[in-house]
């Protein structure tokens, strides 16, 4: 099946400073990122849809000057949480649609990063 | 009304036992449907996805969707304490070009 990572999986970080977090698909073209963000005991939250080429769809509540989205190729988004506060930790996860996938309409998940803002 | 809503559960059953999972939709237009599976700390993982009105198997996964209700479920045969994990519904919206999730219904399998 396609494969996606997330680097790093893990990352604690200063409160004020900001944090990229990277994600690939390996094995396929990825024209649709998704970026969701859960915290304990909740379910996903998307928070941005990724076009490769244009600008990033935010769903309504997230502040797209600090959660800055980058879709630059078919196989590389990223994310990154500009200015980080403790109230910004959380597990981000990605997830990527391509077209040549054998399922329509499905997301192929990467392994999400665990973000600590001390 | 969610767009998409489980029971939270959690739903507790034996190993060896059924496990039914239940999932209502709004958008009578939906396609396509997904269920997710997420152990604790993980990312989801797809289990099955069904297109079509009526059952389809995998394995232990049963599917079953009814578009005249708006229903999708997921049956799992043989339950065993691996299973017991978090369970997502997703359904595709046309309209938004995105899948949306369920809060998740909690299984736990007692051994």
């Known amino acids: 099946g396609a494969v996606v990572s997330q680097h790093p999986s893990w990352v604690i970080c200063k409160s004020g400073t900001s944090v990229k977090i990277e994600c690939r698909s390996l094995?396929?073209?990825?024209?649709?990122m998704f970026w969701y963000r859960q915290f304990p005991k909740q379910s996903l939250m998307l928070m941005a849809t990724?076009?490769?080429?244009?600008?990033?769809?935010?769903e309504q509540g997230v502040e797209k000057d600090k959660f800055l989205i980058n879709h630059a190729s078919l196989t590389l988004s990223t994310l990154t949480v500009t200015s980080a506060h403790p109230e910004d930790s959380s597990f981000y996860i990605c997830?990527?649609?391509?077209?040549?996938?054998?399922?329509?309409?499905?997301?192929?998940f990467g392994p999400g990063t665990r973000l600590t803002v001390l | 009304q969610k767009e998409v809503e489980q029971n939270s559960g959690p739903l507790s059953v034996p190993e060896g036992a059924i496990a039914s999972l239940n999932c209502t939709y709004s958008?009578?237009?939906?396609?396509?449907f997904f269920w997710y599976r997420q152990y604790s700390g993980k990312s989801p993982e797809l289990i099955m996805f069904?297109?079509?009105?009526g059952d389809k198997e995998d394995g232990r996964f049963t599917a079953q969707l009814n578009k005249a209700s708006q229903y999708v479920s997921l049956l799992i045969r043989d339950s065993q304490p691996s299973d017991s994990a978090t369970y997502l519904c997703?359904?595709?919206?046309?309209?938004?070009?995105?899948?949306?999730f369920g809060a998740g219904t909690i299984l736990r399998v007692k051994s």
């Open positions: 997830s990527a649609r391509g077209t040549s996938g054998q399922i329509s309409h499905e997301q192929f």
């Open positions: 094995d396929f073209q990825a024209t649709t």
């Open positions: 990724s076009n490769e080429g244009s600008k990033a769809t935010y």
């Open positions: 958008d009578r237009g939906s396609q396509s």
């Open positions: 069904i297109y079509s009105n």
């Open positions: 997703a359904v595709f919206m046309e309209y938004g070009n995105k899948l949306v």
